[in-house]
């Protein structure tokens, strides 16, 4: 599938692609980074880009870089997401909900060590997609794993009696509840803790969920340097997940492993989550504003 995030998010907006490299604007301030799915030849010259952007991240090794600053950036900005009435939303799997109300999130960004700052803004899919089926399921909690800075927690707890979010990285927790606060909620419970464990305890403790995000990297570590390794580990996890999944649930999965893309999907799925249906399971490609594309990984929407 093929999505211009622009109509989903007007303060984000892929500007151009290509030569492993993506011009990207986050509310007032443009940044280039790295893009190994940018494969194609950008449209504007390498003049344009450095006239358009504040800073490129520039990786001097296979994890590590540094920031180029062409003009003056603040320590943090923000970028805001209001969700659009369905009328006004070009994208066709949002137009199943039943029921609609504005909900406004809060995100603070800041350029980091990584190349990362805060935000995947493709999650605004799953966004629209849990908006949708909230009407469908309990409101009683929600789970994000691997959560990051928590945007997708913030934005689920809008919907949801109490959201749990799990980070092994105390910082971005942090960074969580700032966006918590900033957007102005206060039902997130916010734990820093190795994904894994912490589902193997909610199974002994008999903790259920109604909805449930995760989005696992390729290589990670637990916050107390537990090693979490996507091809070796995913299987277990997975089936793990399914035993803490409400017997009427939905469940959001996002793969950015490039590994992924060859295994069978699909029959992982049925594997782990026999009950579940699968509605959405593709990669999604980005869209800039001249028509190049990247990819944002293997989207995953299941339902029982």
Known sequence: ?????????????????GNGRKLERFGEITLIRPEITATGKPHLSEAQWKETANAEFVETSKNSGRWNIFKPIPETWRMEYTSRPLSLRPFDYAQGAKAWKETHITAE??????????????????????????VNFGHESFLNLFGYTGLSTVFASNFF????????????????????????????????????????????????YDGIILDPPAIGSGAKNEKWIFDEMIENLLTNVNLIAKDKSFII??????????????????????????????????????????SHGVFVWMKK
């Open 1 to 17: 599938m093929e999505i211009c995030l622009h109509d989903l998010w007007n303060e984000y907006e892929l500007i151009d692609c």
């Open 109 to 134: 960004l800041s350029l980091t060590t990584s190349k990362h700052i805060g935000i995947f803004p493709e999650q605004v899919i799953n966004w629209q997609f849990i908006e949708r089926e909230s």
């Open 161 to 208: 009696d109490k959201a749990t979010h799990i980070d092994s990285i105390r910082k971005v927790v942090e960074w969580t509840r700032r966006n918590a606060e900033n957007s102005g909620r206060s039902n997130i419970r916010l734990i820093t803790e190795d994904a894994q464990k912490f589902v193997e305890r909610e199974i002994k403790r008999g903790n259920k």
């Open 253 to 294: 999965m996002n793969l950015y492993s490039h590994s992924v893309y060859g295994m069978e999907v699909r029959e992982l799925l049925h594997r782990c989550f026999p009950h579940h249906n699968v509605e959405m399971c593709e990669e999604v490609k980005g869209i800039s504003q001249f028509g190049g594309k990247i």
